[in-house]
């Protein structure tokens, strides 16, 4: 009974996150979205310049 006590309090200790990992997770999240916003930002500039484009040449042809 106290080789199965000990073995589970092990196993308790041993995958439990730390504050240090929680940290460390919340730091990767917030580096990965700063990327993606700067990708969507981009993202929407070329997508409003590729809709210009259209609504322009729609217009040259039309008009």
């Given at each position: 009974m106290n080789a199965q006590r000990?073995?589970?309090a092990e196993a308790l200790v041993t995958s439990l996150a730390t504050r240090a990992d929680l940290l460390s997770v919340k730091n990767d999240v917030?580096?990965?979205d700063a990327k993606l916003d700067a990708k969507f930002d981009k993202?929407?500039?070329i997508l409003g310049i590729?809709?210009?484009l259209a609504i322009a040449n729609f217009a040259k042809q039309f008009f």
């Open positions: 000990d073995i589970l917030d580096r990965l993202l929407q500039w590729v809709i210009a």
